[in-house]
């Protein structure tokens, strides 16, 4: 699978018909597809920030119990925070060639971020500066992509040109690493469910996995179209497992005990890219659609089933959402943009009120 993913040059946009989602079957062994969203929209407010440091590609935040918002520079090599009251900016040298892919905050405030370039993962204490290095054990594996903790002292991660999960143990940095069977599966999205089970994508196949935390063996459940390739996930409160489907375009949900897959249309159709997701708590899905110009900050309700806000990202277009926070105290997501920017989605309280499903 090429690393530059083309998008279907010919495809069916979304319907606005104001009413429920209404399922279409496909062929023999597609998932059911849904192509009408509601017509109404609950708006969303949205806050950037600009980086100081140019085109550095500021990405993947995460908020502390101080209420400062983590950040890596991918390509300008840093890690920094930004403070929202005041606007200030705050940013620490790491290691040349690090190029950091995506960070995390553990419990004790320690700032845990992948060296996407160089093989390894970094331990940033804010108060003293310290850089701690874990590097991968498998010279192989020197693309670890995004981490995920369990709260129990454990982290998860991506690595996905090497074709690797690894498991991370905070006390003591050993790292555990499995190598998937599938050729070109490419993991990158993760993230875990109530169970404590954690689940990732395969970018480079139609295929979703779950990983257990203790045995670290994997298994594989195939998504129905051959076309899809599925870039970011979230689970809602039911355990079902939520993905994106960058090049097709669609939202769809996985439900764990029977492998069935239900999709539905993005909003913008075959070319909305949709690439970062969340998932707030109230089980709304929150997708940004980077194909359009500018992006496009996407509610759907679960419960639902129906797409219910759409909000351009105005005022710098964004070019590419990757990763996203949600901040469940101040009821906020927050992300980084290619067009070097912070930025803020101040959500809308519960969700549209509920009706029947199709």
Request: hydrophobic share 35%; proline share 9%.
């Amino acid at each position: 699978m090429p690393s530059t993913l083309k998008l279907p040059a010919v495809a069916a946009l979304a319907l606005f018909t104001g009413g429920v989602l209404a399922p279409r079957g496909g062929a023999p062994g597609q998932a059911p597809t849904v192509r009408a969203i509601q017509d109404t929209n609950v708006p969303v407010r949205i806050t950037e920030w600009k980086v100081p440091w140019e085109q550095s590609r500021p990405r993947d935040p995460y908020v502390d119990a101080r209420g400062r918002v983590w950040f890596v520079g991918q390509e300008g090599n840093y890690v920094a925070y930004l403070e929202p009251n005041s606007g200030h900016f705050e940013q620490y040298t790491i290691d040349p060639g690090t190029f950091p892919h995506n960070l995390i905050v553990a419990q004790d405030g320690m700032v845990w971020y992948s060296g996407n370039r160089n093989g390894m993962i970094g331990k940033l204490n804010p108060d003293t500066r310290a850089i701690t290095r874990y590097p991968i054990p498998d010279s192989g594996v020197r693309d670890p992509h995004t981490l995920f903790a369990d709260g129990k002292g454990r982290i998860f991660f991506t690595a996905q040109q090497a074709g690797y999960v690894g498991r991370l143990t905070m006390s003591s940095g050993k790292i555990d690493l499995l190598k998937l069977s599938t050729p070109g599966a490419r993991p990158y999205g993760i993230s875990m469910n109530s169970k404590g089970e954690v689940w990732f994508n395969e970018f480079g196949v139609n295929r979703i996995a779950r990983l257990d935390p203790e045995s670290m063996k994997a298994t594989e459940f195939p998504l129905p179209d051959p076309k899809t390739r599925d870039r970011r996930i979230a689970i809602t409160s039911d355990d079902a497992v939520w993905y994106v489907d960058y090049v097709r375009g669609y939202l769809a949900r996985l439900d764990p005990s029977t492998g069935k897959v239900r999709e539905f249309q993005c909003p913008g159709g075959a070319a909305a890219a949709p690439y970062a997701l969340a998932v707030d708590d109230n089980d709304r899905l929150w997708l940004v659609e980077t194909g359009p110009r500018p992006n496009k900050f996407v509610g759907f309700d679960s419960k639902t089933e129906r797409f219910f806000s759409v909000t351009p990202i105005a005022e710098s277009g964004a070019f590419a959402v990757r990763h996203m926070f949600f901040h469940k105290p101040n009821n906020e997501i927050w992300f980084g943009t290619d067009a070097n920017t912070i930025g803020r989605a101040k959500l809308p309280p519960g969700g549209p009120k509920a009706a029947p499903k199709a």
